[in-house]
């Protein structure tokens, strides 16, 4: 059993970010965490894991008390950062090994959870060549492999494509089903909701709310009211029309792949000046390369690809994308635009209240809206959007996308978003396309599965 007994918690001279928090997980008990970007979420999981204040240094009073000294494992929001080893391989034998474990039952756990989440193939890759999803199941096996009695995740389904989140959800239901304690920080808490016993929801101010199964309707309300994705979306944001502008970039011919993997061969496809495109498919098959292709970060090994105006990425890991010491520097930098239009930029994507904020020290949320207004502040023709939704409650997920989409009628941008959110593309996009259907495009033919 975890008790939460009267516990608050600040960062510096801000104001309680958790204030009075009472709160039992038993154990075999799931916790979903929720609340908009920024609530504290993850500052709870890092002060139940211990490495708040031990690492990361913060005020706190009240009691966080585990039981019976029960083991607990991390997996954090970010897999692009949080590993020891060079191969997956070695990623998962890493703990094993300092536990002591006999080299043939390591080869058994390893085997047992590869089947499980589907790792074979890429057990001998270097984790710099995964993709984000592909390094989140890595992430997930290793909190697996050592069977702890607590896991903590935070935000672990954006980076899954559909089959892979079903396959988590059953293992999360398993593993309660054999008394381990979950305690999940998530904003697509949906699919979750089958295994949870309560859900603790932090609001704007600084205050919380806990809902206990089983839950009704009148919760599902009030929390898709307060911005949580607590069922599925079922209406329309904007009506998809056909496109039927100039093409802003073409792929004629175009071949790539790292050494001997053969990623995309003799592609031909357009986009679109003024359309929202949407492009899915499950971890690993190139959505993320294609993206960098278009922006010109990788090399094709043949073929052309035309590109008219001016482009931006916005990568799904947004620490890549920091260097200034305050948000408001961060997206002025290299912008041609007054104060006043980038103070407008930064209000409607809800972030002029952290203006004189370090990036790095935000949530990863809140880093990716400065990303996002980083690059808008360029003025690109061209937005090509990497994981969008990782981060973001639905509130700031829904109001970056109407400016967008906004964008996209009145200046006639185009963006290109990658994302494992078919919910979220539905909403917004004019063509959606699956990577897979992509690479079978050939010239003049016109692709079904790009659909309006």
Do not use: W
Not at 372 to 399: N, R, T, W
């Amino acid at each position: 059993m975890i008790k939460i007994k009267n516990f608050s918690c600040s960062y510096n001279s801000h104001k309680n970010l958790i204030n009075n928090l009472n709160v039992e997980i038993n154990d075999g008990e799931a916790l979903i965490i929720c609340g908009k970007s920024g609530a504290g979420k993850s500052t709870l999981l890092n002060i139940i894991s211990g490495i708040s204040p031990n690492l990361i240094k913060v005020n706190m009073s009240g009691i966080i008390e585990i039981l019976n000294n029960r083991a607990s494992t991390f997996v954090f929001q970010n897999p692009h950062i949080y590993s020891f080893a060079n191969i997956a391989l070695e990623e998962l034998s890493f703990e094993l090994e300092n536990l002591g474990i006999a080299p043939d039952e390591i080869v058994k756990k390893i085997n047992e959870i590869s089947i499980i989440l589907d790792l074979k193939k890429i057990l001998l890759k270097n984790l710099v060549d995964l993709s984000a999803g592909q390094k989140m199941k890595v992430s997930i096996a290793s909190a697996l492999i050592t069977t702890p009695d607590i896991l903590l995740f935070d935000e672990p389904l954006p980076a899954l494509d559909k089959e892979c989140q079903l396959k988590f959800i059953d293992i999360l239901n398993q593993l309660k089903k054999n008394g381990k304690t979950l305690i999940i920080a998530e904003h697509l808490i949906a699919p979750l909701l089958p295994i949870a016993d309560k859900i603790l929801f932090f609001n704007d101010n600084y205050d919380y709310k806990i809902f206990n199964a089983p839950f009704n309707n009148d919760d599902y309300e009030y929390l898709f009211n307060a911005g949580i994705r607590s069922k599925k979306i079922n209406y329309a944001v904007f009506n998809n029309g056909k496109i039927q502008n100039e093409a802003i970039i073409k792929l004629n011919n175009v071949s790539f792949g790292y050494e001997k993997n053969k990623i995309f061969e003799n592609l031909n496809f357009d986009f679109f000046k003024g359309e929202l495109m949407g492009i899915i498919g499950n971890n690993g098959s190139g959505k993320t390369t294609f993206l960098k292709l278009l922006a010109e970060i990788l090399k094709i090994d043949q073929g052309m690809i035309e590109i008219i105006g001016k482009s931006a990425y916005i990568d799904q890991n947004p620490d890549r994308l920091l260097f200034e010491k305050s948000v408001f520097d961060e997206i002025s930098v290299g912008s041609r635009l007054d104060k006043e239009s980038i103070e407008n930029i930064m209000k409607k994507l809800d972030i002029l209240k952290l203006a004189s904020r370090n990036p790095l020290h935000l949530s990863i949320g809140e880093k990716h809206r400065v990303a996002v207004a980083s690059a808008l502040a360029q003025e690109p023709d061209i937005i090509l959007l990497d994981e969008p939704a990782s981060g973001l409650d639905f509130y700031h997920l829904k109001d970056m996308f109407d400016e967008l989409k906004k964008m996209v009628r009145e200046q006639q941008k185009t963006i290109i978003t990658a994302s494992n959110d078919l919910e979220l593309l539905e909403l917004y996009c004019d063509r959606i396309i699956n990577i897979e259907d992509l690479k079978k495009s050939k010239k003049g033919e016109k692709l079904k599965n790009a659909t309006a």
